[in-house]
């Protein structure tokens, strides 16, 4: 069982930055591969970015790339997005979610947190 808290949201103008956190329980965070979804209002949930496990590799929708950054600690249980240049059409509840699957797949992730907001004004 992995239990995921994230933190970090808030309200940033646009071209501003924000930094979210997600911690961890339990020992086996080294074992997950973790990623980073979106949902805005009335739309579906999507893919952000994901790392694998040791960090070595990580992948992001085109949509953010170039501006976002994953990076995870997994002495510290923790995962990080570092979010650069935000637009408005970022604004969305952020969630993270572990998976021992694909990271592609959202249905392969098998633990979510409850999400934190950003709002990106203009």
């Known amino acids: 069982q992995v239990q995921l808290v994230e933190s970090g949201g808030g309200l940033v103008q646009a071209g501003g930055s924000l930094r979210l956190s997600c911690a961890a329980s339990?020992?086996?965070?080294?074992?997950?591969?973790m990623g980073w979804f979106r949902q805005a209002p009335g739309k579906e949930r999507e893919f952000v970015t994901a790392?694998?496990?040791?960090?070595?590799?990580?992948y992001y929708a085109d949509s953010v790339k170039g501006r976002f950054t994953i990076s995870r600690d997994n002495a510290k249980n923790t995962v990080y997005l570092q979010m650069n240049s935000l637009k408005p059409e970022d604004t969305a509840r952020y969630y993270c979610?572990?998976?021992?699957?694909?990271?592609?797949?959202?249905?392969?992730?098998?633990?979510w947190g409850q999400g934190t907001q950003v709002t990106v004004s203009s």
């Open positions: 979610a572990a998976t021992q699957g694909s990271m592609w797949i959202r249905s392969a992730y098998d633990y």
């Open positions: 339990g020992r086996t965070f080294s074992s997950y591969r």
């Open positions: 790392i694998s496990l040791s960090g070595a590799s990580t």
